[in-house]
């Protein structure tokens, strides 16, 4: 399609990590008031990084990509690093996105941090019990 | 895959411009390129090229040749009917009617004229498309001067009762026009019988090339003139005529005249194979438009749990080029205006699939996308969080 690179479209059809993880440590799931789309993240936590992270989207080749990177830009940094992965920096790692799919980028940056923040509230939950 | 032979599955967005057609247009870039407004002889072969392609619409049509307006497409003759017309007879009233699944070439001049005054009635359609003669009866004022709805849809393909609403309009003394770019050339428009005033066509939607059209206006119809500058056809639309053009869309109405019978009879079967086997081989699909009072060649499924655009990307790697109403695939981030007028849920109108035939469909080809689909949504819907297998 015009305006995807060839990184984007690499991803776009062979998505990595796609799926659920079973007993997340941490779930995200943003939808774009925009166009309707749905984006779900799953990571899981050990000492405070992130081993493992999956995703399933229900939208247009950049969303399919961007939460595809973002996946596995995230394994194995911490969670303080991991919060730090912007859409910006997943825009880049794809080689770029048309303007009008920008937002898409930000749908995935959501995700995640809906994810951590799901896991850091059950943490913040689980201690207090 | 690599060696998969392309197949083309969107013969409404365009079509190939028919060998033949490229073969009658020829002469008239080098040979006879003079300008028909001219009186010399180079003026005089060009003119003729025109004239013999207005002969040929007119005659497809069952109209005379004086009726016939060439434009630049569909967009300008829609643009053309609604404007001149409502800036001619705004003395005689101020209200137009049309439907919510027109074109945009018909909605937006619509919008225009509304900051200008106008008044207009966007009437709704039954869930399969259709318009109810009857609410556009009930739609008209003292004030109607123009009913405009459209021949086919371009996008579900639902075919309108248009003589009878024709009908309904001769009646009232309103003017009648029909924006037939999905019809012409694919099945009999005659517009005596479809009672209209004004019809909007365009050459590359049946084998004709891109960049020409027409526009049919009955004898008699109050209408201003669009272009200025020059007396190309009556003033009525200024500008030296695209001559290879026009002679092309002659060529191709003439093909169209002859073989569109045989054509829609092998596309209706094509049609009915997937409308037959898309429910078949994927589960949880939903035929859009009507079931039977559609265009030959037209096919419009939603796939439940995905969405459009993601899904003709996969498509097109396996060679294969369709159509979606996608939110994704418009830069407005809406989904398709014709899918919402019908009713669908914004999560149906994203997954949906629109695939239309034309003169060098194949069964073959009808084949081979029914393979490749079924596992082409698998995929998608794996990835979809909205997707739990039954
Ligand atoms: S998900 Fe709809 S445009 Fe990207």
Redesign the interface.
């Given at each position: 399609?015009e305006g995807y690179s060839n990184k984007l479209?690499e991803y776009?059809?062979h998505?990595r990590n796609?799926?659920e993880i079973e007993n997340p440590s941490g779930k995200g799931?943003v939808g774009n008031v925009?166009?309707?789309?749905?984006?779900?993240l799953y990571i899981k936590v050990e000492n405070n990084i992130i081993t493992d992270a999956k995703f399933?989207?229900?939208?247009?080749?950049a969303?399919?990509a961007t939460s595809s990177i973002v996946t596995e830009m995230v394994k194995g940094k911490t969670l303080d690093e991991a919060l730090k992965v912007s859409n910006k920096a997943v825009v880049e790692a794809l080689g770029g996105l048309p303007q009008?799919k920008l937002?898409c980028s930000v749908l995935a940056e959501q995700a995640l941090k809906a994810a951590i923040e799901d896991y850091q509230s059950k943490q913040a939950g689980g201690a207090r019990s | 895959m690599e060696d998969t032979k392309k197949i083309y599955l969107d013969y409404a967005a365009t079509t190939p411009t028919d060998p033949e057609v490229i073969a009658a247009m020829q002469p008239y870039f080098f040979d006879s390129f003079g300008n028909p407004s001219s009186i010399h002889s180079f003026g005089q072969d060009a003119k003729k090229g025109i004239e013999d392609a207005r002969q040929k619409l007119a005659s497809f049509l069952g109209a005379k040749p004086a009726e016939i307006v060439f434009t630049s497409g569909g967009t300008e003759s829609d643009n053309m009917s609604l404007i001149a017309v409502a800036h001619e007879n705004a003395q005689k009233g101020n209200h137009i009617i049309t439907t919510r699944i027109e074109h945009h070439a018909v909605l937006e001049p619509a919008r225009l004229l509304q900051k200008q005054g106008m008044k207009v009635t966007y009437v709704k359609t039954s869930k399969e498309g259709l318009v109810d003669p009857s609410d556009i009866k009930k739609a008209i004022t003292a004030k109607t001067i123009l009913i405009s709805v459209m021949h086919a849809n371009n996008e579900i393909g639902t075919i309108q009762p248009i003589a009878e609403i024709g009908r309904i309009a001769r009646e009232k003394g309103i003017y009648f026009h029909s924006d037939a770019v999905q019809t012409i050339g694919h099945i009999p428009v005659k517009t005596d019988e479809l009672n209209v005033d004004l019809l909007s066509l365009s050459a590359h939607k049946f084998y004709g090339p891109k960049g020409v059209g027409a526009l049919y206006i009955r004898k008699g119809t109050r209408i201003g003139n669009y272009l200025y500058g020059g007396d190309q056809e009556n003033g009525r639309r200024a500008s030296t005529h695209n001559t290879a053009g026009i002679v092309g869309l002659g060529k191709a109405i003439e093909l169209c005249e002859k073989q569109m019978d045989a054509e829609a009879k092998l596309q209706i079967q094509l049609r009915d194979t997937l409308i037959r086997e898309i429910p078949e081989r994927v589960q949880e699909v939903v035929l859009n438009g009507h079931p039977t009072q559609r265009l030959p060649n037209n096919v419009n499924f939603s796939i439940r749990?995905?969405?459009g655009?993601?899904l003709l990307?996969?498509l097109?790697?396996l060679g294969i080029a369709a159509s979606t109403g996608?939110?994704?695939?418009s830069?407005s981030?809406?989904?398709s205006h014709v899918l919402l007028a019908i009713g669908l849920p914004?999560?149906i109108a994203?997954g949906s699939l629109r695939l239309t035939l034309g003169r060098w469909s194949k069964k073959s080809d009808v084949e081979q996308f029914l393979h490749y689909l079924p596992e082409v949504v698998e995929k998608l819907r794996?990835?979809?969080?909205?997707y739990h297998k039954k």
């Open positions: 399609m479209m776009f059809l998505p796609v799926g799931r925009v166009c309707g789309d749905i984006m779900e399933k989207t229900l939208g247009c080749g969303a399919i009008h937002h | 749990y995905i969405e655009e993601s990307l996969n097109d790697m996608s939110a994704c695939t830069t981030l809406e989904p914004h999560e994203h794996a990835m979809s969080p909205l």
